[in-house]
């Protein structure tokens, strides 16, 4: 793939079919590990807009899942930590946004090259916990970035819960197996008219509503003693 990616990665132009090739790489990794994917969606996305994606982060499974799912190019903003890994690093720098969270600055050319990216189309995604949190904590405190973006721009927070991929793809070794991950869409959190003072509002909202449905699958599958490696059953809503 790199003599494609080398090209496609080369202006900004290419981005729409660069998310064509790599959709269709996460794919062939999810289905290939043998995962299948279940997904329900409360509003259906406009191919022609622009959306703040909000997945909660429980796994490496993640940013795979995200991808497969969405037609809408998504550029993500990441840690420019990861620049570091050999070969991934060298095209990632070139696809993301990376934000160094220790420098302000930093921080404030985010606004400046996602102005560039958000057109045509093209959305942003962002894991708000800005960390995968250990096994014990359902969903971690969320962060400002997110938010802040989605009312700079003007563009829908769009809440994702993936309710399987840390059970089905731990970071413990000896845990999880192929099975189904379920994906739930929730409708999006429009943020025309907001400003600046409502960012803790509008993350205390998202926050809210991604816990309350990741307890309740705590719940279910706890009192339906679901087994790790089990493919079939219904969403709990």
Same mark, same amino acid.
């Given at each position: ?41 409360? #509003? ?90 250990? #096994? ?102």
């Amino acid at each position: 793939m790199i003599p494609f990616l080398l090209i496609l990665t080369s202006k900004d132009a290419y981005y729409p079919t660069f998310w064509k090739m790599i959709r269709i790489w996460a794919k062939m990794l999810i289905y290939g590990m043998g995962f299948r994917l279940r997904v329900m969606a409360d #509003e259906v996305l406009d191919r022609d807009k622009s959306y703040m994606f909000c997945p909660n982060h429980s796994s490496m499974m993640d940013p795979f899942v995200l991808i497969a799912l969405s037609k809408n190019p998504i550029v993500f903003v990441g840690k420019q930590e990861f620049v570091r890994i050999p070969i991934f690093g060298f095209f990632y720098k070139r696809v993301v946004i990376m934000v160094d969270r220790s420098n302000p600055e930093s921080r404030k050319n985010v606004y400046e090259r996602a102005k560039k990216k958000l057109q045509d189309g093209t959305s942003m995604a962002i894991f708000p916990e800005g960390l995968v949190p250990t #096994e014990n904590i359902v969903l971690a405190p969320f962060r400002n970035g997110a938010f802040s973006l989605a009312i700079e721009f003007e563009i829908p927070i769009v809440p994702q819960i993936y309710y399987d991929c840390k059970r089905l793809f731990s970071w413990d070794f000896f845990k999880g197996g192929p099975g189904m991950f379920r994906v739930h869409q929730y409708k999006f959190i429009e943020t025309k008219g907001f400003t600046k003072e409502d960012i803790p509002t509008l993350k205390q909202q998202t926050f809210e509503l991604m816990e309350a449905a990741l307890l309740e699958n705590h719940k279910y599958m706890k009192d339906t003693n679901r087994p790790n490696n089990e493919r079939e059953f219904k969403l709990p809503i």
